[in-house]
């Protein structure tokens, strides 16, 4: 037999074992853990999902396609006949709003902040009597399971049924045909367009016309004067527009509700500081509205039944205090030297940060054992007194797990206390709730949940100037949940 036939035959040989090889153990049996998850997290291909795996908690929207939303936009639909009105994802919302006029939020920022984006437009949105469109969320560039800007379906972030049962909405594919794929006007305080951005997001073209921007738009700037809020009264004046498909460009912190001082005087404040107030003798018809938007953009059920199961595993039926400690070194750090350096004039925040880039771990311990003993003697029924919690959970950015682990020695020498950290949820999670869905989207999940074990500690104290625990507040304020005191809260700094 011939060299050449030989080395023939062995290669044949060689790759029809490997085939047999890798289709008995695939490669990530080979990967554990974090690691396992990362790789399939970066390598998962979107696909239209089912509930059919392992999966034990129900996240698929009815009506929202899992390909559409966590897909590269495309554009290749159907169009919608003019005379036929798209199909809303709740038949009966509580506000029903004109079927045939809508609004579409081209979202901004981290998780939270997307979801600070889609209040402010359902706001709007029943102000100006237009459809809610869902439209598509997007993960945190830092997180390594992103690429960039890496979709995320929309049942992961907001129980979007709730948000249906409010306001009349329907569907981003729903939408694309009954423009026909395109939009008639954007709605924004910029002078920059982001033409490549509202395309991506929303696979549509945008209706040409004349103009410095070579589109429509409608919003409030007036030569030489920077307009970046809209006061609630003014928006049908501001935003009124016979256009029927309409994008909200950054539709993030523009708008000022009616409030009343306690002199019973009418006041503008921002949507976020008006609800967040514990004190809720002075509420407008502004800020109730605000309040129900907010309850019905909760997280997703499972998310809550997650979280639920989680800290039943973790402490029983015991309580626990949860704290978010956002201040880390990369993002926080680097936002404070600007502030620093005199490009945020607010010495609030310049004493914060002053205080933040020198602490140490056992500062944090000795400020919060300090912050909770205010609180102990606060017992408002039999058995919820601060005095019985002896377990805490702190949410923090990953980088800070050595800081958060110094502290937690700290607190165990001193107290008995315990401290519980995303580190043991990754570990639940990556083994009960082990299916396809936790692979694409661990981190962004972690957050998610790490939001909901806060807002069931029985006192929350929260990271100053963070929409992460600005959420977390306003759900503990306006969704009762037994066990916690919300009137307790309070920043950790």
């Keep these: 037999m011939s060299y050449r036939t030989v080395f023939i035959t062995t290669l044949i040989t060689t790759v029809i074992l490997s085939t047999i090889y890798f289709n008995l153990y695939p490669v990530d049996v080979f990967l554990s853990g974090r690691q396992r998850y990362a790789s399939l997290g970066k390598q998962a291909k979107t696909c239209e999902c089912t509930q059919t795996d392992s999966c034990s908690y129900k996240w698929i929207v009815d009506g929202l396609s899992t390909g559409l939303y966590e897909a590269e936009a495309k554009h290749n639909y159907p169009v919608l006949s003019k005379s036929k009105l798209p199909k809303l ?25 997307q979801i ?4 402010e437009t359902i706001f709007i ?26 979709f995320i379906y929309p049942g992961h ?16 594919d729903n939408f694309q045909q009954a423009c026909e794929g ?34 429509k738009l409608i919003h409030r700037l007036f030569p030489g004067i920077r307009q970046d809020k809209v006061f609630s009264k003014e928006i049908k ?9 309409l994008l909200y460009q950054r539709p993030l912190f523009n708008l000022l509700i009616e409030a009343k001082n306690k002199k019973g005087r009418i006041i503008k404040k921002s949507a976020l500081s008006a609800i967040s107030e514990s004190d809720r003798t002075y509420r407008t018809n ?31 039926n015991r309580s626990i205090v949860s704290v978010h400690w956002r201040y880390n070194q990369g993002d926080y750090f680097r936002r404070c030297h600007n502030i620093l350096k005199g490009k945020n004039q607010l010495v609030r925040m310049q004493k914060l940060c002053s205080k933040v880039l020198n602490y140490t771990p056992e500062d944090a311990v000795k400020t919060f054992v300090e912050k909770l003993a205010t609180k102990a003697d606060y017992s408002p029924g039999p058995n919820e007194s ?8 702190i949410a923090s950015p990953p980088s800070e797990r050595l800081f958060i682990k110094q502290f937690a020695g700290i607190l165990w020498k001193e107290k008995r206390w315990t401290v519980h950290t995303s580190e043991e949820l990754e570990d639940y999670i990556t083994k009960v709730y082990d299916c396809d869905v936790t692979k694409r989207h661990l981190y962004d999940l972690i957050s998610s949940l790490e939001m909901e074990i806060c807002a069931r500690g029985k006192v929350f104290f929260q990271s100053t100037s963070s929409t992460w625990s600005a959420n977390v507040r306003t759900s503990r304020l306006l969704c009762t949940r037994e066990g916690t005191l919300p009137e307790m809260d309070s920043a950790i700094l």
């Design 237 to 245: 004046k501001t935003f009124g527009s016979e256009d029927r498909c």
């Design 386 to 393: 601060v005095n019985t919690v002896s377990d805490v959970y």
């Design 157 to 172: 972030r907001l129980n979007i049924e709730t948000v249906c049962n409010l306001v009349s909405c329907i569907s981003l």
């Design 182 to 215: 395109q939009l008639d006007a954007v709605m924004t305080f910029r002078t920059k367009i982001e033409t490549k951005t509202i395309v991506s997001h929303t696979g549509m073209t945008m209706k040409p016309t004349t103009g410095e921007f070579g589109i």
């Design 286 to 316: 502004d800020i109730k509205l605000m309040e129900d938007i907010t309850r019905h953009t909760q997280a997703s059920p499972y998310i809550g039944k997650l979280a639920s199961d989680f800290l039943q595993h973790l402490v029983g």
């Design 89 to 113: 994802l709740h038949k009966n919302p509580r506000y029903i709003l004109n079927p045939d006029k809508y609004i579409l939020p081209l979202l901004e920022g981290g998780p939270n902040n």
């Design 125 to 150: 949105a029943v102000k100006l009597n237009r459809t809610l469109v869902i439209p598509r969320f997007f993960k945190h560039f830092t997180d390594s399971q992103s690429d960039g800007t890496t």
């Design 116 to 119: 600070f984006c889609i209040r």
